[in-house]
């Protein structure tokens, strides 16, 4: 666990549009990974001949997707993404934080579906 340290800081005009560019780049650039890992993911279950599926929940006869673990890895967003303008934008360490961070969250959704 991290325990969050508060820091006041003052910034000057131009230190805080660069914080605040950095911030909307790290935030576009974790929604195009998301994005790419979604539909990455779609497109594997198209392909999957028994994905898509009719089941029953209660006494409902239902259609929908089964779940299964999305097979998107960190080094695979690194390389797909590295050429995106927002990862370009950015640091080069703080763009490879913010791919680690949607990686760790497919992670938890692949054991999350594993307990499923």
């Known amino acids: 666990m991290y325990k969050t340290i508060p820091v ?11 914080w605040l560019f950095q911030c909307e780049n790290a935030n ?24 898509y599926t009719t089941f029953w ?9 089964k779940t299964y673990k999305c097979g998107v890895k960190y080094a695979e967003l690194c390389k797909e993404l590295k050429e995106n303008p ?3 934008a950015m640091a080069a360490q703080s763009a490879q ?17 594993g307990l499923y």
Do not use: M
């Open 57 to 65: 929940r209660g006494d409902v006869l239902r259609s929908g997707w």
């Open 97 to 113: 934080q913010t791919l680690k961070s949607v990686a760790e969250s497919i992670t938890s959704y692949n054991k999350l579906v």
């Open 28 to 51: 576009s650039l974790g929604n195009c990974a998301t994005y790419y890992a979604k539909q990455k993911h779609y497109s594997w279950l198209e392909q999957q001949p028994e994905a």
């Open 86 to 88: 927002h990862y370009r």
């Open 8 to 18: 006041k800081a003052s910034f000057s005009e131009e230190e805080k549009a660069f």
